[in-house]
């Protein structure tokens, strides 16, 4: 997808123009060995180069592309929401050189505290052989014009909260074992996050200027500087998710978040975990884990629940 092409005949991208059952593409992305070097530079996360797996991608490289469907119709520098939730479902790896079709649509809109979210659902699916790669549905934040009448629509309520205590009291596990008890704790790498990062991540590259790659479009939104997008922050507890399944996680994995706080350049952190009891799990047929970011601060800035089937 030739993403310079935004800005030209797109809808302004505002709660009321944004219709449920509104098809979001379809279009077509080359998984190609600059994508993937791309990728992995914007979350710092080389693992699969540096493990010799030239053949397949990162497992959520195609996310961030999903959330991206939205501009196939708006204009990515009338965008000034938020992302709020994100829950994505990965089932096959991409290959280098691999193309992929990604399409979605818009499945809800609701108001919640006088503000208009809108809830997309994608996915992307192999050109070549036609296998599910990996499907995600987002709810952010859209901007409301002043002279819309909104009404409240069908926002759903979690089930279940996150307790969000990292144990102390023994190291952290490297990987899932079956073995292991409920409650054991598991430590992602620490992330300090360069603008430059956050800018590749968010499309710069193609002269998006938006509230993560632009001083001016951030103080319109009342930020006093640019602001990652929590989609980095869902990356960076997919790598956590690969690093405790593995395999399982390439063809199973699946992470549900909320964002909470955000993300500003030159922060710095890091993916937790701890292991749930089965009783305790959405899906008794999948190994689930309460999962969150924390800054420098301590404070949460995602919080959720990862997962994989593991034989």
Do not use: C
């Not at 995600?136 to 926002?155: F, I, L, N, P, Y």
Request: without cysteine; hydrophobic residues 40%.
């Amino acid at each position: 997808m030739d993403w310079t092409l935004a800005g030209k005949d797109l809808k302004e991208a505002t709660f009321e123009a944004m219709e449920v059952g509104e098809r979001l593409g379809p279009i077509e992305v080359v998984v190609d060995d600059h994508y993937v070097k791309q990728f992995a530079f914007a979350v710092d996360d080389y693992a699969p180069i540096s493990n010799g797996e030239a053949s397949s991608a990162h497992a959520a490289i195609l996310v961030p592309e999903l959330l991206r469907l939205l501009n196939v119709n708006y204009d990515p520098n009338t965008e000034v929401g938020l992302h709020q939730r994100e829950e994505v479902w990965i089932q096959s790896l991409p290959r280098v050189g691999e193309r992929v079709t990604l399409v979605g649509e818009f499945v809800d809109k609701f108001v919640k505290r006088e503000k208009g979210y809108v809830v997309t659902d994608a996915s992307a699916h192999s050109a070549e052989d036609g296998r599910l790669l990996v499907r995600h549905r987002s709810t952010e934040v859209a901007k409301v014009d002043e002279d819309v009448v909104m009404a409240s629509g069908s926002a759903a309520k979690p089930s279940r909260s996150v307790n969000g205590e990292y144990p102390t009291d023994r190291p952290p596990a490297k990987s899932y074992e079956p073995e292991l008890p409920p409650g054991t704790p598991f430590l992602g790498p620490t992330k300090y996050l360069h603008q430059d990062q956050i800018s590749v991540f968010s499309n710069v590259g193609y002269f998006w200027r938006t509230i993560h790659t632009d001083l001016d479009a951030a103080a319109k939104a009342g930020s006093n500087r640019t602001i990652a997008q929590g989609l980095m922050e869902a990356m960076y507890i997919s790598e956590l998710g690969s690093a405790i399944f593995g395999s399982a996680w390439a063809r199973s994995g699946w992470m549900s978040l909320v964002f909470l706080a955000p993300v500003y350049p030159n922060d710095t952190v890091v993916a937790k975990a701890v292991l749930l009891s089965p009783d305790a799990r959405e899906d008794p047929e999948r190994v689930e884990l309460e999962s969150w970011v924390e800054n420098q601060d301590g404070t949460k800035v995602a919080v959720g629940w990862i997962g994989a089937t593991v034989p």
